[in-house]
């Protein structure tokens, strides 16, 4: 199923505010079932004693499997509607890839790009859930060096993630995490800005106010945690963080006389004088991740709809994809999506997915039907003839490999019987491997011993229209794909489960790679080039990485 039906499951759930006391939720993955234990990770619960005695209602989990951590963090999203802090404490084990992120269960064992889901809880989710209580929630994440075996497409540690307003994402060593959520957080009087300063080993992401304290000294109101004037820099500081018609109007009636009266006063007209602010604001609150975003993406360029890149950012080309597909389908074309709206485009993506992979492979079939035919026609005998026949008309086909093995010992005989000179010409001609130096070849010796080789040559070069020009285009296309070392090995593994035979699953794309992806594209009636296009690409992952939600 199309990657983003597991985030528009999750957006369809009622997610209600937290409640009004302080809480955090500890969780130490010690023993791992298969790999490395982290030897620290069990010193997070201890924070659980530090947090109580301040105030907080703390719910723990030790070396738990990933439907228990969900169950764990479940309650956050089921709470009453005024927020108070929220402390979420997560040591063990990560997992990442292209910018995704998971905390990994007990149960875990060589987990994959394709699995990973089932045996882990994303970072995504964990922020969005703590996006629940802007400005007050703190995310800490624990591991240490010790590997868990991982699978295809995955790499240990945490990635570099996108941090919602108003969160704090604070990482380092276990031990060490595991007494800032002990030692600091506790305190009272202090921003997580000079905590962190006071702790340089550890990582900060996100909300960092040195003027917020994370807990008010004793006697404090939460609404002013500094007395006097502070006060009022602090809350607009806090306003100003949010970004949101509520926050600028909040301000503006609590002091209706305030030095930023003006600001807030020019906010709110702005934000109410944009035509589609509601829409805008009700998909940001969806807090759709970068790869949420490609998957949204690649199901409009499935449907038709050319969001000019699969990037995951949302600029004008994906917003008029979306508006089209919204005007297309009977919704108010914003240009913003809704969750019922996601959940739509899923469905529609997943059933044009299997409708294209049911076409190319009755496509392959008969292509491949053709193919050995052919081969039986021509090279199947082993005659120099049929053989360059066969290579002429299927350069890519089943049996070229064959093909050409069988050809080079041909050559090989010829290049024995060859005289001195003619032997020399043709190594010349190869050694330049130009249209214009076989020519030369053909030209001194038009009935050489590598005649035949040479013209066979120069037509492989005239077809192809071997054009610099060309292939640098081509190559620049593909280059604007942005697609990493990681995301190669991904279209390599699927070009090998279609049977394509794309050569060693590395990441680099040598001219077997670039046959397989000819071949693929042959299958669906696309430009054989060879190199990949945005069409190209999300047809191979329509059928691989939009899968993950599964």
């Known amino acids: 199923m199309f990657r983003i039906s597991a985030i528009a499951a ?17 969780i130490g993955n010690e023993n791992y079932s298969d790999g490395a234990d ?22 723990t989990g030790q070396d738990m499997q990933a439907p228990e951590m969900r169950a764990l963090l479940s309650p956050l999203l089921q709470a009453a509607p005024e927020a108070g802090r929220l402390v979420i404490v997560l040591s063990g084990h990560f997992a990442q890839s292209d910018g995704q992120t998971w905390y990994l269960g007990t149960e875990a064992s060589m987990p994959d790009l394709a699995t990973v889901d089932g045996v882990g809880v994303s970072l995504a989710t964990v922020l969005e859930v703590a996006a629940e209580a802007p400005g007050g929630a703190v995310v800490l994440l624990g591991t240490e060096p010790r590997r868990l075996p991982l699978g295809g497409g995955l790499e240990a540690g945490i990635g570099s993630v996108p941090v919602p307003q108003g969160v704090t994402l604070i990482r380092g060593d276990a031990a060490r995490v595991a007494d800032f959520a002990a030692r600091s957080l506790p305190l009272r009087g202090q921003s997580l800005a000079a905590m962190l300063d006071a702790n340089p080993d550890l990582t900060a992401d996100g909300f960092l106010s040195s003027l917020v304290p994370f807990r008010p000294s004793d ?36 002091y209706p006389k305030g030095r930023y009266l003006t600001e807030a006063r020019a906010e709110i007209a702005r934000i109410k004088a944009e035509p589609q602010r509601e829409a805008r604001e009700g998909e940001a609150a969806l807090g759709l991740s970068r790869d949420d975003r490609r998957a949204i993406q690649r199901g ?15 600029g004008a080309g994906s917003r008029t994809a979306i508006a089209g597909w919204q005007k297309k389908n ?54 120099e003839a049929g053989l360059r026949a066969y290579v002429k008309r299927y350069p890519d086909g089943l049996y070229a490999d064959l093909a050409e093995e069988r ?17 020399a010409a043709w190594d010349l001609a190869q050694r330049d491997g130009t249209a214009e130096s076989f020519r030369d070849y053909l030209t001194s010796y038009p009935d050489g011993a590598f005649a035949a080789e040479a013209q066979a040559r120069l037509d492989a070069l005239e077809d192809a229209g071997a054009v610099p020009d060309q292939t640098a285009a081509l190559e620049a296309a593909e280059g ?3 697609l990493g070392k990681e995301a190669r090995r991904v279209i390599e593994t699927r070009l090998d489960a279609l049977g394509l035979k794309p050569g060693k699953v590395d990441g680099v794309f040598d001219e077997r790679t670039r046959r397989a992806i000819r071949r693929f594209q042959e ?16 047809a191979l992952l329509a059928g691989a990485v939009l899968r993950l939600g599964e």
């Open 10 to 26: 999750l957006l369809l759930t009622v997610a209600l505010p937290l409640r009004a006391e302080d809480r955090a939720v500890i």
């Open 38 to 59: 982290i030897t620290e990770a069990d010193a997070a619960l201890d924070a659980a004693g530090p947090l109580q005695e301040a105030g907080f209602t703390v719910t």
């Open 219 to 254: 006697g404090a109101a939460v609404a002013d945690p500094l007395p006097g004037p502070d006060a009022e820099a602090v809350f607009w500081e806090s306003t100003t963080e949010q970004g949101t018609l509520g926050a600028f109007e909040a301000y503006a009636k609590r």
């Open 300 to 314: 409009l360029s499935l449907l038709g709809f050319d969001p000019k890149g699969i990037d995951g950012m949302f």
């Open 330 to 383: 009977g919704y108010e074309a914003t240009s913003y999506l809704t969750r019922e709206e996601i959940v739509k485009l899923t469905e529609q993506a997943d059933a044009r997915s299997a409708a294209l992979e049911a076409e190319a492979a009755e496509r392959q079939k008969a292509v491949e039907a053709e193919d050995r035919a052919y081969w039986q026609e021509t090279g199947a005998a082993g005659d």
């Open 407 to 423: 050809l080079k010992a041909f050559e090989a005989t010829r290049m024995d019987q060859a005289e001195a000179a003619d032997r």
């Open 480 to 482: 604007a794909l942005g």
């Open 523 to 538: 299958a669906r009636q696309m430009e054989p080039t060879g190199y990949l296009d945005q069409s190209t690409t999300v």
